[in-house]
């Protein structure tokens, strides 16, 4: 039996003991190469080879012969177990494996005694090892000191160059990546974190076993690759975990050639990570706890501040100091709702550029800031540009769409309060998003104290505005509450009265214009020239029934937006006092507050102008009632509660004071005399116990007087019924004197207009039979004495005819005499009478009327046409007539008109003229010199039923209108 060679059993290591039993396995055997597997953990590893042929080998045979315990051959490979180890061989003799085979046995048990020594050696290395990083490490807490002290031991301990811890800043099921590296031996600092993929990941985290690389066996896998830029020699990578949660890695290489890990540096560096990781995790949870402990800190110093400052724009630059100092933020801004709900426009801001705050208008809903708003919840974007969050204003998309937004990790909160959202506290770093689930939580909890102070500051803010418009309302009553008797003096407080309200509404101009009674509208004006009454005139076009925003286009000139509001007042409350006008250069509209004001102001201005206008009335009632009372015929007297007189106007002191001296003081009751005493107490009692007062008859000096008295409250003109009784006595006799007369001469108005009718319907009757005789004589005319003549001037004319010479000549003259003479008495019978009247109706008639006037005339007509009665008819004609017979006689007129208009229920005549006109005194000197065409026509249309208007002056000429029934 071949006996084991003595090197086996004295080997150090495994690989060493691998390596000597391959050279005597080729030896031996004769085989063409060897392989040394030993088993750990249940998995075979390679630990040594010598010789060629074993690339086509894929350690699947040497598996079977570890599990299967016997010899295992396939082709020109076998495999030969012994222990927990294969010897597997290429191109072997038979005899020599016989040899090896009896020899398993002791090889079993030469490599058990090797990696008993093994263990014994790496147990106190690894021992050795880790309480030299916990003796340097030194109980720190302090995360940078943990991380490099245990890159550094850990090279140290496997005598390599470099090493590195990295802590997981992300990871998921599969994949992660580091944040910052903490290095040892390296030259420059690593930048960007280190990616783990998948098939490492599998390894280092989800199984937690080390990754040994060496280069010449390991140069072309993927691991290698991955390693290109750090290229080591050797490489060994172990996991950092604590509490079951990963933490990041270890790393150690080195780069001198030729060098390899072992196993035991694989163990010696995965016992320095699960010792770093406990350390790395302490030093964590005290990162953590110093954290929260400074962040409350931080934000019981913030809220200090916050709480420091009840102005909002002040509170609004605290929050952002706050945030920016307490999450190291780049900028900083506080955008606020605006009153259409639907955009938020930046208040305040921190880092950000002018342009920046000027062109962001955020829309609710879109982009960060507007998710914020509409969500009403923390939003961060870690990497704004790459997750695609989008702008909430056409200027940051603009930004976005070319590559130019300046920042990249974007913090949105809102600013929420008890009247609900407030706006968005939006924070921006240029790198990405630098806060952990801690922190956001602790922006959260700052967020909402800011929006306590956020409140406080606009709940102060609001009491103050309060305040200030309750001074200017106050203010307001009082300025127009004064005296204003004196106009310069009600002048200076209408301007004092205007400034004080355009200063609280903010704005930069004011007009007040109050409207007058009696006389133009008062008005009062602040930094403002006076308008023009067109400029009223327009403002006043734009009032409504309240305060109402007004744009650039309808202000003023200059301004950019107003608000205007008018006084409603008066007895009824419906009546407009005037209006309230204020501008500012700003195109911004008036807010809700500024229009609550606005309205509060009118308000107040239009009660007060109201109670001075029921004042006014009021003190011009009493004069006017105090007049009365000093004119009246009657006895006046009041008394006081205690029946001494307080006043009595001149009637009765020209009656009482004779016989009882001064009235005013002296007791009632006991006034005049004492026969009236009786009549005048019982009067004042049934005064005091019935409304309707109290009622005596009573005589004084020869006068039979009938007194009132009746029970009055509050005050009067002059004392006039102070709280106490009023007593009106009136003189009957005189009463009953009056009486008479008024008796008498209603009985002669009674005479008169009878005489009055009857002379009227005398004139009637008159003016009718006068129409019935003139239509008599022009038959007369027309039938008789027409006809008379032309027979004569018939029997001339033969005359004529026999004659000659001179004769002849006479008798023709005779007969154009004759013609003439003919032709007169049918124009007079005409005029008396037209025939065309009754046989044609109204309208032939005017126009034959029309025809025959010296003044060119027309006739025209308007109205369904129709027939009056005859009387109308000869009515309308008859003023007609007259109307144009006066145009030809005196208005020097070139044309007139006659314009007649058929109605529903009448008829109306319109004679006018463009003559020379008159004045009514030329009319009545006129009548009084006997021309009564005027007179005559009014007269006429008078018995008709019927009205006639006159409307004429000097040089624009005549205008007739009749109106008559028919």
Not at 262 to 277: G, I, K, P
Not at 719 to 730: I, K, M, P, Q, T
Not at 810 to 827: K, N
């Amino acid at each position: 039996m071949v006996a084991l060679p003595p090197a086996l059993a004295q080997a150090s290591t495994v690989p060493a003991f691998g390596a000597l039993l391959a050279a005597y396995a080729c030896e031996q055997t004769g085989a063409h190469g060897t392989r040394v597997w030993v088993a750990s953990a249940g998995t075979l590893h390679e630990v040594a080879c010598e010789g060629r042929g074993l690339a086509l080998s894929d350690g699947s045979l040497a598996q079977k012969a570890l599990s299967g315990g016997s010899l295992q051959t396939g082709g020109m490979f076998s495999a030969l177990p012994f222990g927990c180890g294969v010897l597997e061989l290429v191109g072997a003799s038979e005899d020599g494996q016989a040899q090896l085979l009896a020899l398993a046995p002791l090889l079993g048990l030469a490599l058990e005694g090797v990696q008993a020594r093994e263990a014994r050696r790496g147990r106190g290395r690894m021992a050795e090892t880790v309480e030299n990083l916990v003796r340097r490490l030194a109980g720190s807490l302090d995360l940078g000191v943990v991380l490099r002290g245990t890159a550094e031991t850990a090279a140290q301990a496997l005598g390599f160059e470099r090493a590195f811890v990295g802590l997981f800043s992300e990871y998921n099921e599969s994949q992660a990546r580091t944040g910052e590296i903490f290095t040892f031996g390296f030259d420059g600092p690593f930048t960007g974190g280190i990616g783990v993929g998948p098939i490492t990941f599998e390894k280092l985290v989800r199984r937690g076993e080390t990754i040994r690389f060496e280069r010449a066996r390991d140069e072309h896998t993927l691991l290698a690759r991955s390693l290109r830029e750090l290229s080591p020699e050797a490489a060994v990578i172990a996991p950092l975990s604590a509490r079951g949660r990963p933490l990041g890695l270890l790393y150690v290489d080195t780069r001198r050639p030729g060098s390899a890990a072992s196993d035991d540096d694989a163990q010696l560096v995965l016992a320095l990570a699960e010792q770093a990781s406990l350390a790395i995790d302490n030093a964590r949870l005290y990162a953590i706890e110093t954290r929260k402990r400074e962040a409350a800190e931080a934000l019981r110093e913030a809220g200090a501040v916050l709480a420091g400052s009840l102005h909002l724009s002040d509170t609004l630059l605290r929050v952002l100091e706050g945030a920016q100092a307490l999450f190291q933020a780049d900028a900083a801004a506080v955008y606020e709702q605006q009153t259409d709900g639907r955009t938020l426009n930046i208040t305040s801001a921190l880092g950000l550029s002018s342009e920046y705050v000027l062109r962001v208008r955020a829309k609710i809903g879109a982009g960060v800031t507007g998710q914020v708003a509409a969500r009403r919840e923390a939003i961060a974007a870690r990497d704004l540009p790459r997750e695609g969050w989008g702008g909430g204003s056409r200027y940051t998309r603009g930004l976005l769409a070319r590559g130019e937004y300046p920042y990249r990790g974007v913090l949105g909160l809102p600013l929420l309060t008890r009247g609900g959202l407030f706006g968005v506290l939006t924070l921006y770093w240029h790198a990405e998003l630098p806060l952990d689930a801690d922190e956001l939580a602790l922006a959260s909890v700052f967020a909402a104290q800011a929006s306590l102070a956020i409140e406080n500051a606009r709940l102060y803010e609001e009491e103050l505005r309060r305040e200030r418009e309750a001074a200017v309302l106050l203010g307001v009553g009082q300025l127009l509450g004064e005296d204003q008797s004196d106009p310069v003096q009600r002048q200076q407080a209408l301007a004092e009265t205007v400034r004080l309200v355009t200063l609280a509404l903010g704005a930069g101009r004011g007009l007040l214009v109050l409207a007058s009674e009696d006389g133009p509208p008062r008005r009062a004006t602040y930094n403002l020239h006076a308008p023009s009454p067109e400029d009223l005139a327009h403002l006043a076009g734009q009032l409504g029934r309240g305060p109402r925003p007004l744009t650039r286009r309808v202000c003023l000139p200059t301004a950019g937006s107003a608000v205007i509001v008018p006084l409603i007042g008066g007895e009824d409350g419906s009546e407009v006092l005037g209006f309230l006008y204020a501008d500012d250069p700003s195109t911004d509209l008036p807010g809700d507050r500024v229009l609550g004001l606005a309205r509060s102001v009118a308000d107040q201005l239009a009660l007060t102008l109201t109670r001075e206008r029921l004042l006014t009335a009021l003190r011009r009632e009493e004069a006017r009632y105090r007049q009365l009372a000093e004119g009246a015929h009657d006895l006046i007297l009041s008394a006081d509660a205690a029946g001494n007189i307080t006043y009595a106007n001149p009637a009765a002191c020209r009656l009482l004071e004779p016989l009882t001296g001064p009235l005013t003081g002296a007791p009632l009751l006991t006034l005049p005399t004492p026969a009236t005493r009786e009549a005048l107490h019982l009067a004042w009692g049934m005064a005091l116990a019935h409304p309707a007062g109290g009622r005596a008859e009573i005589t004084v000096a020869g006068y039979r007087l009938e007194v009132r008295l009746s029970a009055v409250q509050g005050s009067g003109p002059g004392g006039l019924g102070a709280g106490g009784v009023l007593l009106v006595a009136r003189d009957l006799s005189e009463l009953q004197t009056l009486a008479d007369e008024i008796a008498r001469r209603g009985q002669a108005l009674e005479a008169a207009t009878s005489r009055q009718s009857e002379l009227r319907s005398y004139l009637a009757l008159f003016t009718q039979a006068q129409e019935e005789e003139r239509r008599r004589i022009s038959r007369e005319l027309h039938d008789d004495t027409a006809q008379v003549l032309i027979a004569t001037a018939r029997r001339v004319a033969r005359l004529a005819r026999d004659l000659d010479g001179p004769q002849r000549e006479r008798a023709d003259d005779i007969r154009a005499d004759l013609d003439t003479a003919i032709e007169s008495v049918r124009r007079f019978a005409r005029n008396l009478r037209p025939s065309v009247l009754d046989d044609l109706g109204l309208l032939p008639a005017l126009e034959w009327l029309a025809s025959q006037a010296q003044t060119a005339a027309r006739l025209e007509v308007s109205g369904p046409e129709r027939r009056l009665s005859p009387a109308a008819e000869l009515t309308v004609f008859r003023l007609a007539q007259e109307a144009l017979s006066n145009v030809d006689k005196h208005a020097h007129a070139a044309s007139a008109a006659l314009r007649i208009t058929f109605g529903k229920s009448g008829v109306s005549l319109r004679v006018s003229d463009d003559g020379q006109g008159f004045t009514p005194e030329q009319a009545e000197a006129r009548a009084q010199a006997g021309h009564l065409g005027l007179l005559g026509l009014r007269e006429r249309v008078a018995l008709a039923g019927g009205q006639l208007t006159v409307d004429s002056a000097p040089g624009r000429g005549t205008t007739l209108v009749f109106e008559l029934p028919g």
